[in-house]
């Protein structure tokens, strides 16, 4: 099994990869990386910046399950927008 780490260091070159991980960085340490990676969700529709935080919490807070047979898998992602 791959981990994420496996299947993306093939196809990047080294500095390439020097460079996402420096980006990655700078935003994880930057004033508020939430509100930098939700403006990156449709920034051609401007406002709704409640609904682009929530949905990117949605996105990467899925909690993990281990089932029985040690199977890991991600959590459910449910999302409902009205409006």
């Known amino acids: 099994k791959k ?3 496996d ?17 990655i960085r700078e935003i ?3 004033d ?3 509100g930098t990676l939700s403006s990156a969700i449709a ?9 682009k935080r929530a949905l990117l919490l949605q996105l ?4 993990t399950r281990k089932l029985p047979d040690g199977m890991r898998i991600r959590g459910d992602i449910n999302i409902c927008l009205m409006g």
Do not use: M, N, W
Request: charged share 30%; net charge negative; proline share 5%.
């Open 3 to 5: 981990s994420y780490d």
């Open 7 to 23: 299947s993306i260091s093939g196809s990047l070159a080294e500095e390439e990869r020097l460079k996402l991980e420096e980006q």
């Open 28 to 30: 994880a340490t930057g």
């Open 32 to 34: 508020d990386p939430v």
């Open 43 to 51: 920034p051609e529709i401007f406002g709704h910046e409640d609904i």
């Open 60 to 63: 990467v807070g899925g909690c």
